[in-house]
């Protein structure tokens, strides 16, 4: 079941290894806490806010965890920024001036949050956290003042958030994921990742060793499914304990990774895969990607109370398997590592290009079922400092009809927008970096994540704040392209939580994929003049002889263009939009 290990000698041959290239912009940009030298290709920061100018913030220890801000979920025109020590609720209404709504301070580490209606599901892992958010802390385990697990806010009042459950789970909330019921709106599960030591905080929360036997106790070796009832979540409940990681033949817990092997570069041995740091899921799908310290694995949740493992991944060039992101369609999946645990400076000229970076594996069909091939690396390629941490983290989709594009945030190593509609082939289109916060000390910051959300990027920076970008136009992305990917608007995002996105017949989507059909060299430049061309007078006039003689015109290219290999989406594309023009 396990996919082939790639030998260290083949690496020559594969797509996205090698070394970093020090040939580029962002290598050597100064330094500086708010004002380190910026850099950019085809993203604009539009907006910003400064951590000092708000709460949540050490202005004597920058790069302080216990006021790190992590990641981001939108909903409405808000977006929600994670703190380690609480959460901040931002209005996006003027993407160019962020405007801070709502602080809540309650500490409890990573703050891993998500948006489900009006409940905000966050993540709490650190013994200091108390159920009643209060800032003096606790005595450890026994306290029965301490919390670890989710807790659930009723934000319906964005200005009033209220804490209406807490879920205790055994190893705390490192992260969580918020799954929909594709056949019950009334429900949705919350898969819970923690890894701390197994603590005695709910019932039968043992730190046991592994065991064949079916007296299932270990708090280890399992995700927990926390069942939350929409109209009455004050009852979530953990429902599962679902041991994704056991031996199917002899029915041991510890089934994966369990004898690490040390890491090529010799700086640590790769971790054992006791629990997930991340799942996304994809319900549409009926299908979630676990990035499972030591492994990757492809879970079926059609059943979301009761999630499975499909098959599992394993590869040496991985320290610690991070996170995921689905392919819109669902053909291939992209994971993560965090080489060096996201606080380490991984992206230096002797850091090849294949560890801590992304692997993508196609999701073949096979008549024993799914599986996972192999198929790049990918890694942001520029040389960055010794004091700058940097690794792969958080990535989500930038919506473009007819390509695979991520939007990917590599801490100090920026952000870097790369099209991997080639799984073998991933290409880099885009970033935005900045100098190291201090010019001769490494201090924790740059990117959590960053997300399009509704037309613009964000970017959630660990020390500075929180940035908007305005994407721009390339070589590599057309206006056309952005505006298409515009037209794509969400009620809100989670974006571990992926939904099917889908184009509606626009003016923009058909001159997105004439842009791209050039771009490929499917169409020569007359052919796409005249398809852009009708394309701008069916919008211009409404009606009339104009409007006709332009339809008639684009009827006439459709049925060229459907003759013409490698052009048959945009063929595809002007049909759909002469339907809706009449």
């Known amino acids: ?75 409405d ?101 918020v799954v929909e019921d594709v056949n019950d709106p009334s429900t949705v599960y919350v898969y819970n990742s923690g ?61 994966l990774l369990n004898e690490p092997n040390m890491h090529p570069s010799g700086t640590q041995r790769n971790r054992n895969t006791n629990g997930c740091h991340d799942i996304t899921a994809y319900p549409e799908l009926g299908l979630a990607a676990g990035a499972c310290m030591g492994n990757g694995l492809l879970i079926d949740i059609s059943d979301p109370a009761n999630p499975e493992r499909i098959t599992y991944v394993q590869d040496d060039n991985f320290s610690f398997w991070h996170s995921a992101n689905f392919k819109n369609d669902g053909s291939a999946v992209m994971f993560t590592d965090e080489w060096g645990g996201g606080s380490g400076a991984r992206c230096r000229a002797t850091d090849r290009l294949e560890w801590g970076a992304n692997a993508i594996y196609d999701i073949v069909d096979t008549p024993q079922g799914k599986r996972l091939e192999f198929a790049s690396y990918y890694k942001m390629p520029a040389v960055q400092t010794g004091t700058e941490n940097c690794v792969a983290h958080q990535a989500n989709i930038v919506p473009v009809p007819g390509r695979d594009i991520m939007m990917q945030a590599w801490y100090q190593g920026g952000l870097s927008m790369f099209d991997w509609t080639d799984t073998a082939n991933p290409r880099e289109i885009g970033y935005f970096d900045r100098g190291p916060i201090f010019e001769n000390q490494l201090t924790l910051g740059g990117y959590w994540s960053g997300y399009w959300y509704n037309g613009q990027v964000y970017g959630s920076e660990i020390a500075r704040g929180f940035d908007v970008f305005d994407l721009t136009p390339t070589d590599e992305l057309t206006a056309n392209e952005i505006a298409a990917a515009n037209e794509v608007v969400y009620d809100q995002h989670m974006p571990m939580m992926q939904t099917t996105v889908s184009w509606r ?44 003689a332009a339809v008639s015109t684009l009827t006439a290219l459709a049925g060229q263009l459907e003759r013409t290999e490698g052009a048959e989406q945009v063929a595809k594309s002007l049909r759909e939009l002469l339907a809706t023009l009449g």
Request: glycine residues 10%; negative net charge.
């Open 505 to 548: 017949p626009s003016f923009n989507v058909t001159r997105a994929y004439n842009d791209q059909a050039l771009r490929s060299g499917a169409l020569d430049r007359s052919t796409w003049e005249r398809v852009d061309r009708f394309v701008d007078r069916a919008e211009q006039f409404s009606s009339g002889p104009q409007r006709r």
């Open 77 to 177: 025109h808000y977006a929600v920024q994670g703190n380690f020590a609480g959460f901040q609720i931002f209005d996006l209404s003027d993407p160019s001036s962020p405007a801070l709504v709502t602080e809540v301070l309650c500490p409890g580490g990573q703050g891993d949050p998500s948006v489900h209606g009006d409940l905000l599901f966050f993540s709490v892992e650190q013994t200091r956290a108390r159920y009643d958010c209060g800032t003096q802390g606790t005595s450890g385990n026994n306290d029965p003042d301490m919390f670890v697990g989710v807790r659930i806010f009723d934000i319906s009042d964005v200005r009033n958030p209220e804490q209406v459950a807490t879920v205790r789970t055994c190893r705390g909330s490192h992260t969580h994921r």
């Open 1 to 75: 079941m396990v996919a082939s290990l790639l030998p260290a000698a083949a690496l020559a041959d594969v797509p996205g290894s090698g070394e970093p290239i020090t040939d580029d912009p962002r290598v050597g940009l100064d330094a500086g806490f708010l004002d380190a030298e910026e850099t950019s290709l085809g993203m604009d920061l539009v907006g910003q806010f400064q951590k000092p100018d708000g709460g949540l913030f050490d202005p004597n220890n920058v790069g302080s965890f216990s006021w790190a801000n992590s990641d981001l979920t939108f909903f």
């Open 195 to 255: 890894y701390n030591s197994p603590m005695q905080t709910r019932i039968g929360c043992v730190d046991t060793g592994p065991s064949a036997e079916p007296i299932f106790e270990s708090g280890r070796y399992q995700i927990e499914v926390i069942e939350v009832p929409l109209d009455a979540p004050e009852q979530a409940e953990v429902v599962n304990e679902a041991r994704l990681f056991m031996d199917e033949e002899t029915g041991a817990l510890n089934g």
